[in-house]
């Protein structure tokens, strides 16, 4: 396999910021409750060399683009009610991820970039869920592989009626893997596709039309090119007039994140992200809020994007992108937090006094999600509960999903923890639990405790509540958290980030987690077998004259 | 990675099927009420070369051995309400499964061998759920890896305190792998062990002692050497005694299956199995029972294994096994049947009408887990309806079960299907709900109107219905099941895997889901990984002079 997309430092840095004056391969509109976001992919910018998106086809550079048109609508544009994603392209919606680009990708690449773009879809349904913008794929032509992924995020699809144009999922029958962002999942669990008709439909090349796409709930309606725009106007009307009127809501600006960027790490506002390259951990730090003034959901709007909360989890969605891309060899992140947990404290119940109000609403939601981002990177996380940290309320979610914690037990120093309402529900897994639930499976009485109790925890209360894995006294302190990292460092990484996948989900499990979990366990293994990748593998031989060659031996 | 255990049909043969008075590796005992299950591996008798079977650890022909005795216990001893599992090697339970063997075998056999060895240990966990026997796993020595998983699948785990015996998950810091018998899933989702201290535990190559161990949940008591038996025994006694007396019932016997075995294939009595190496497929017919006469349970008792529902899904259970691990280059089996629908019917109303006499129970359970090992089967199935099949009740499931469905429609015969009570939640897939369910999960009415149907079904019924996938007429026929037939071989084998298991199981996640999805998924990834079965591997390298290097890369 070559290596040509290995991201590793020295070659590329991937940035996952961006703005839609700088988007390459979108174009958002927006017209008062009407938003269009249309694909029009400009197939000589990529992130990689040695491809071109052709025919709408995409790669990480172009998912970056629309995660931040989502992320963007619903904190600038909180007015749109609904989204329409379509294209401009004649004939073609989109042709899903690039080929080329994943039959040159190293394995790991492969598996982030696929990460990525579930999360961008996953993150459609939580705003469709929770904050009632309603989706309409418009597929003004093909819409293949990838195309077929996004456009099943949607809460509607709709299918030109040309004579030509069709939905598929080809990557089974011409490139030997899955349709990994989702595809097979949300077939039988969010359409309810019967079984055989969704392996008819996942083994055919060519994908389906609008009648008999229709019939087996592959789409919702096909409409002849004549009427397919006034067909998908008439519904966007329909969603407007019954979505209510209500107040005109201006949303907020998202401004650039400007971390400074180091040698050995990377210093926002209130992250900083220190990697210990020779030993493949990093330190990532929060700081808490530095005051706790109330702030009335006027206030809180004209912070904008400065508010704590967001502006916190923002860089620390960032970090942890840029961890997963561009520091692979780094193996555990050590958590750790500084500020007053009474600050912390109050801007949760800040938080939750104005939960109705919709930028406290969209923030919460932003912050559950960039804590479900962190439940699914593959780096073991370890929190480390020191003098001077504020691990409260949503920043005990950072030790909650952590893999284990460490307390320093000080007889003289103050060293504390605590719970906020925010932690009964609000910011929870993929699995649908909150984190403390998810903790305290056969004991559920302890995370009700843990949740009534209003004073802080010490490290001897936090250990009887169950709160955390270790607490050490200061005499063992030091050397326990530098075994622990060296112990964590040394093992294999793949055992691990398997291990971890088992082990941060027990429970009940949802679409996301089957999709995060099953379908991608399976294509991760997939996307190593020759069959796909070696040289006479489908994938590599793609477009290729040469034809891909399988050890048909089943396993 | 050496292919020395490959299993191709010229090198070796695997059997299934074995007795108490062949076992090499286990004494079963039954006492009235108690049935002991003790390991006692014979080192020299592997099923393959180059490894000894020290420690009371295993291979694939000590767990057959294991999953004949459970078998054994449901048939031949109803009266057993307690089963012991022990070791009768000093100091050691069960290392697990024997790495060298795991270390020298290909990956479509380690596969293979973790899916059987995960049914065997969800197969005593069936007995314990719906015939009510309890398993007590006598840890009379240490039980490390595979070892703790067969103690975890127990109902209870006593623990000896000699000052040195332990349980362990060593496989991540040793192995480079996972504890991939459903180890990780039952400590987080059965024992509901706190996630941050299964993850130390799975990370500590020594594993505990009795004393964190209890503390920790993973077994629930520990004794003394001086006092182990007898605390044992004592419960036992509880179990015993508090189970109540019930009438002594007697079991029948399981004789061996005798199948004639040819070149192209196997005959069994009402299962016929025919190869068609060339083209990669398999066509496996299930022939209905011969007449309809209503039989009294004690008829059905000494009927015995004779009796067809028991026979012949002995007979399909061994098929499917022996196409999984001895025909791995069969992609696809056609399920066809042959017999009088009534037939079958008449035998379904007779299981449902004395459902609660012990034998009918066990007979249906046993139907029930066969129907879930061919759901679980890495090869795509098709049914395949013509005339004289009798793909009705209980056979009905086997076409619900495919992952596509043929049905000849045809103007001059008749040709029908038809569902029987057995088919409303009887034979229960993994994820907990019926076939019927699971197809119909968008319109559950549709499950409900073919249940009430006391009518067959003919083609363009069935269609209408939605139980079948195509019903080509006699025309079309011919050619349409041979083109499905080269289209679905000429597909990736890995891609079909991963796809069917995808699809197979829309809705709702179970424990044995979740192991069965998430967890093998993840080890199947694992055992491609260079970091395990690479030259520099950490499994490779086990016990050898040499060290593994791993490649830190997180991915």
Redesign the interface.
Known sequence: MTEALSTSKEERMINFQTSPDQYKHWKLRVAGPLATLSMDVSEDVTLGEGYKLKLNSYDLGVDIELADAIQRLRFEHPEVKAVVITSLKPRIFCAGANIYMLGTSS??FK??FCKFTNETRCAIEDDSRHSGRRYLAALNGTASGGGYELAIACDEIYLVDDGNSAISLP???L????PGTGG??R???K??????????F??LAEGLKGKRAKEW?LIDDYFPTSKFQESIDGRVNEIVGSNGVGQPMVGIKLNPLQPEVKPAGREYKYVNLVLNREQ?YADLTVRGPECMPQKSPAEIERAGDSYWPLQAYRELDDALLHLRVNE????LVCLRTQGEISNVVSVDENLIAHRDHWLVREIILYMARVLRRLDLT??SFFSVVEPGSCFAGNLLELLLA????YMLNHPDELVEIMSSELNAGALPMSNGLSRLQ?????EPEKAEAVLTRTEPFEAAEAEEA?L??FAPDDLDWEDEIRVAIE???S???????????????????TMD??IY???T??????F??P??VGPEG?LTNYGKPTQ?H??????
Request: no cysteine.
């Open positions: 394995h790991a598996v982030n990557e089974v029958p490139l030997g893997v899955l097979l999942t077939l039988v669990d359409r309810k596709v019967r079984r055989d008709r969704a392996d008819v996942s083994t709930g493949r692979p060899e780094i193996g593959a780096k952590s893999d284990r914690s998810s903790r305290f499976l056969a169950g955390i894995t112990e964590r460092t093992l294999s990484p793949d055992a691990l980030t398997g291990m971890e996948a088992s082990l941060r989900f027990a429970g009940p499990e987690t089957k979990g099953r379908l366990a399976w294509q991760n293994w997939i190593q077998r069959n796909a489908a891909a399988f050890d048909f031996k089943r396993t």
